[in-house]
């Protein structure tokens, strides 16, 4: 079969549509230069690899010869993967909501030569049903339009771009310099808590997504004020998300979201940054409970992403598909027949375990989960270990999902962090390894001079960086420097901060989401509130005001204090919308704890003081361990004597204790912080 003009792309998304009879061009010069020479509508159609019902549009519209062939003939027809374009995607959803009330994916949108948007949704089913129009009477109803009535296609391409152009400079609303505070986490706080769900967890009805910010709000909430309600709707989310067959009770990892309340039916695909953003939130709970099953969660989750989702260079890959063999969810679900032929004698005790049953729970079919049993204890785990081990050997000659190996900077950085928190905390010196490895892969391949690329595959690197990419990955770095007490990160990050003060802060302290020398579109937006991933606005900030203490560099802590001031009357509207936000400021002005540890990180004279951090650890705590003044932690700390091996020294907003070199010590003195802290 012939191929369109998405030949030569990268991206997995765009070449899955490479053979359609419909004659796609990828988002660039030439085909807005054809659409504007050629006087059509454009039909911009944007999805990502792992999106399932992408892969309807396509099979039921996208690949008919009679529905492409009216496309090619009326429509230049632009193919865009959101991963790689968020900025052209975010443009467009704002968009699509404000002619249909809703988004989602796969969207469709139609715009004039201009681009300008005039008519779109998402999903349209190949004939009128489920309540919709019809693809191809759309298409239509669009043509009809666009031939005999330009005036009115003009006047609704022109207004909806104005009221684009307000949403955007709306959120850059006038401050009167007070910062984001406690207050508005406490109105935060009865929000969600209005929203919870008391019997299953999680917020609010079906589908439901995983609240990464807002359960690491509620986590700290409930360790430093005792709030016992803070601690029940956090738990109580934490295990049903990870009882339910929203974590892959055989590979380990989330898949995206849940579709029903008891969190037991997912919508399969597992995206990096659900496990990125998952993992330190069960890391906090772990701080909170020390219960085993969010140790269990964590590094499960880590091992999958380190067995399925990392490029043999060390990057991270992006997404595993919904579906496989057309259907979705097949590659994850089993019949009791099949468990019961594979462990024999031992499947009537996995099967109550795991809820498998021969009329099974979902579509006649089983999915794993622990909701009734809860997690396994100790002895139940040493029996269940080895046979989850057999099912998921027996998985792996399935076909497999779709794999988006895209390598994208953003996800990549928080998927670092993810990482680097982990080994901060338990200190499997395998999950440091990964951390670094997908970190020299970002500076090797995705950077330079400073700057940033978006997205890699394929050996190439396309795109300029978003401001995703430089707060997610400069944060990671610093959370590495913290890790392994390598100098080179530290002062990577601080020349990426001073990247992204240059090119994407506005005069207010606000961040726009593309650089200043970044493609010009319909409008600049800024990342202001939280979607599915953090908002790159306030990961900026908390990552400016941690480099603040660890490089000293005062106009990092001034870019910080301005952010939040800046995004106070933004937070005012709807607190719950910025829980990132919110964690910036909770980090700002609690108590600011400093420790340096003057030792070398790999020697083993350094590795008490470590253990006995690694067992009080907090991430919010600053942290600088090594032999380096480059670090502002541990400038005027470096002894020269050789007596001195190891010295650990802890401050408190600015006071400093005696260093020590007795490891004991050194742990009480940690023990009477966190007293200090509840």
């Not at 704002?94 to 998402?122: I, M």
């Not at 008891?262 to 993992?279: D, G, I, R, S, T």
């Not at 990050?493 to 506005?506: E, G, I, T």
Request: glycine share 8%; proline share 5%.
């Amino acid at each position: 079969m012939a191929e369109n003009g998405l030949a030569g792309q990268t991206s997995p998304y765009l070449l899955q549509h490479v053979q359609n009879p419909v004659n796609w061009q990828p988002w660039g010069e030439p085909a807005l230069r054809r659409a504007a020479e050629e006087d059509k509508p454009i039909f911009l159609s944007i999805g990502y690899a792992a999106c399932h019902w992408c892969h309807v549009m396509e099979r039921e519209s996208f690949e008919n010869d009679e529905i492409a062939a009216y496309l090619n003939e009326h429509f230049i027809s632009i193919k865009v993967d959101r991963e790689e374009r968020p900025d052209i995607d975010e443009i467009y959803m704002h968009a699509v909501q404000l002619l249909t009330g809703a988004g989602g994916w796969p969207l469709t949108a139609f715009l004039t030569p201009d681009l300008k948007p005039f008519a779109g949704g998402t999903y349209f089913p190949p004939e009128d049903r489920y309540g919709r129009i019809g693809f191809p009477a759309l298409l239509r109803r669009v043509v009809e339009v666009w031939e005999s009535d330009r005036a009115r296609v003009d006047e609704a391409g022109n207004s909806l771009t104005e009221r684009l152009i307000e949403i955007a400079a709306a959120e850059s609303a006038p401050s009167d310099g007070s910062p984001v505070g406690r207050d508005l986490s406490e109105v935060a706080f009865r929000e969600w808590t209005s929203r919870f769900d008391a019997r299953w967890g999680g917020f609010g009805a079906a589908p439901k997504f995983p609240a990464d910010a807002a359960l690491t709000l509620l986590l700290r909430e409930a360790r430093r004020e005792g709030d016992a309600s803070a601690r029940r709707i956090a738990t109580t989310t934490l295990d049903g998300m990870a009882n339910g067959g929203l974590f892959d009770h055989l590979g380990g990892g989330f898949a995206r979201y849940s579709v029903d309340d008891p969190w037991l039916v997912p919508h399969f695909e597992k995206m990096l940054y659900n496990q990125a953003l998952l993992v330190p939130v069960y890391l906090e709970g772990w701080q909170l409970t020390e219960a085993d099953g969010y140790r269990q969660v964590v590094e499960r989750t880590l091992d999958f992403v380190r067995r399925e989702m990392t490029d043999p260079g060390g990057g991270f890959w992006s997404s595993l598909d919904a579906d496989s063999e057309g259907v979705e969810g097949k590659f994850y679900v089993w019949s009791k027949q099949q468990v019961e032929k594979l462990l024999g004698d031992d499947a009537e005790r996995f099967c109550e375990a795991y809820d498998v049953s021969a009329a099974g729970n979902f579509e006649g079919a089983n999915i794993l989960n622990r909701i009734e049993p809860g997690w396994p204890d100790e002895n139940d785990e040493a029996f269940l270990a080895p046979l989850r081990a057999k099912l998921l050997a027996k998985r792996g000659e399935r076909i497999r999902p779709g794999t988006d190996d895209k390598v994208l900077t953003s996800w990549n950085g928080l998927m670092i962090s993810a990482y680097c928190r982990a080994y901060q905390q338990f200190g499997r010196a395998e999950d440091l390894a990964s951390a670094q490895a997908a970190a020299q892969f970002i500076v090797d391949e995705m950077m330079h001079d400073d700057r940033l690329r978006a997205s890699w595959r394929a050996g190439q690197a396309a795109q300029n960086g978003y401001l995703d990419d430089y707060a997610f990955f400069g944060r990671a770095l610093l959370d590495l420097f913290e890790s392994d007490g390598r100098v080179d990160w530290l002062e990577l990050s601080v020349r990426l901060a001073d990247s992204l003060l240059k090119h994407f802060r506005d005069e207010r302290g606000l961040f726009f989401f593309t650089s200043d020398d970044h493609e010009q579109l319909l409008t600049r937006n800024r990342s202001q509130h939280d979607g599915a991933l953090p908002a790159g606005g306030a990961v900026a900030t908390q990552w400016l005001q941690r480099l603040a203490q660890q490089s000293a560099v005062e106009r990092f802590a001034e870019a910080a204090r301005q952010s939040l001031a800046a995004h106070r009357p933004l937070v005012e509207r709807t607190p719950g919308a910025f829980a990132n936000m919110l964690l910036a400021a909770e980090e700002a002005s609690r108590l600011q704890v400093e420790i340096a540890i003057n030792g070398e990180p790999e020697a083993a004279e350094t590795q008490p003081m470590l253990d006995e951090l690694r067992r009080r650890r907090r991430f919010d705590w600053a942290v600088a361990v090594g032999r380096s003044e480059a670090s502002a932690l541990l400038k005027g700390r470096i002894s020269d004597e050789a007596s001195v091996q190891v010295e650990a020294y802890l401050c408190r907003n600015g006071s400093c204790q005696r260093p020590t070199s007795d490891p004991i010590e050194f742990g009480r003195m940690l023990d009477a912080l966190l007293l200090e802290q509840i």
